[in-house]
């Protein structure tokens, strides 16, 4: 009979192979069609992903912190003093497109008063903050924060209703809208209401991105109790909240290009790939594809991916792959082993 010191020496060798095996395996998500790798994990509600020039992946997570992957390990460049409740915290990242000359990082967070867009120098860390928008209106819910420059070089952001509907309508209030500003935070000459908001009734929406063909620009937004939208955002555009959601017969607000009424989707970040949009569904624990006419303007088909990954925050393109982040360390979420992850994926 082996003695208890032989069984635990034994145990403790499986062990360490077994935790050997895992840090050298392969670690892919299997889906049909595409090929996928861990590259983060561990992680506390990554929200937001950009791309420097020389492609390092900078991203946020929800309670402060700015992280740069650099050949396979992860630097922490910047810890922001949020208020991260519920939804609150910091949210959204955009590196400037001239950053090789000003070395610019955007990012969109929550203070104790209100959420705002900063803009920082990376060096080393990020320093030299000058804050280009404040007092957008602040709740733990409700707080959009998606920030992205478009194809004209200007910076956009969502922004949430801050939980009061009646701010959506309000073309002086910033909240319910997608905003436009240059990028040292003016207001542009174009801009459809001669102050920051591009289009209004919005209540909470969390990506956008465009087709960088026709230009057209693309929007996902968080219903009351379903009713999640993919909108075409138009500039000057009223989508309806809080008087109107999803689609609606004769209606004279702007209808979404997809209502989803028969359960909740919850979509944050959204991408346009390869004549497809992709929407990565929270509560519905999705990557949504949606496969779209030759104009863009219709769906043709869609279909549900990576479902066994829980909640998906954020989706982004970058050089012909996809990336996506997992948030079930949200406080909605249950948590997997190496939760929460940044994953990359190949479309076959």
């Not at 280009?132 to 956009?156: C, Q, S, T, V, W």
């Not at 801050?162 to 990028?183: P, T, V």
């Not at 087709?211 to 000057?236: F, K, Q, T």
């Not at 004769?250 to 992709?278: E, H, K, R």
């Amino acid at each position: 009979m082996w003695n208890r010191k032989i069984i635990f020496l034994i145990l403790l060798l499986l062990l360490i192979l077994a935790t050997a095996l895992y840090l050298v395996w392969p670690r892919t998500i299997p889906e049909e069609g595409f090929q996928s790798e861990i590259l983060v994990e561990g992680l506390n509600t990554p929200w937001a992903i950009d791309f420097l020039p020389d492609g390092r992946m900078i991203f946020t997570e929800r309670e402060g912190r700015v992280n740069i992957q650099d050949n396979n390990s992860l630097k922490l460049v910047g810890e922001i003093d949020v208020v991260a409740q519920a939804e609150s915290g910091l949210l959204g990242i955009a590196v400037d497109p001239e950053f090789d000359e000003n070395n610019y990082i955007y990012l969109y967070y929550t203070t104790a008063i209100d959420n705002r867009i900063s803009r920082f120098k990376l060096n080393n860390q990020l320093e030299e903050e000058t804050v280009i928008l404040e007092g957008i209106p602040a709740n733990p819910i409700h707080d959009g924060g998606r920030l992205k420059f478009g194809p004209d070089g200007k910076l956009y952001a969502t922004t949430g209703d801050a939980n009061q509907e009646e701010l959506a309508q309000d073309i002086d209030s910033l909240a319910g809208k997608i905003l436009r500003m240059n990028k040292d935070g003016s207001i542009p000459e174009d801009n459809p209401f001669d102050n920051y908001v591009w289009s209004y009734g919005h209540r909470n929406p969390q990506g956008i991105t465009w087709n960088p063909d026709s230009g057209l620009m693309y929007s996902a937004e968080h219903g009351a109790i379903r009713n999640d939208e993919v909108n075409i955002i138009i500039p000057g555009g009223n989508y309806g909240w809080p008087i109107e959601e999803c689609t609606t017969p004769d209606s004279q607000y702007i209808q979404p290009l997809v209502c989803y009424d028969d359960f909740t989707l919850a979509p944050s970040g959204i991408a346009f790939f390869q004549d497809n949009l992709y929407v990565a569904g929270l509560r519905g624990n999705q990557l949504r594809e949606i496969s779209l006419s030759n104009d863009g303007q219709s769906v043709e088909g869609e279909r549900a991916l990576f479902t066994n990954l829980g909640r998906i925050r954020e989706v982004v393109v970058h050089e012909d792959y996809l990336y996506i982040s997992t948030s079930n360390r949200d406080g909605r979420g249950i948590p997997q082993v190496g939760d929460d992850k940044i994953i990359r994926i190949k479309v076959n």
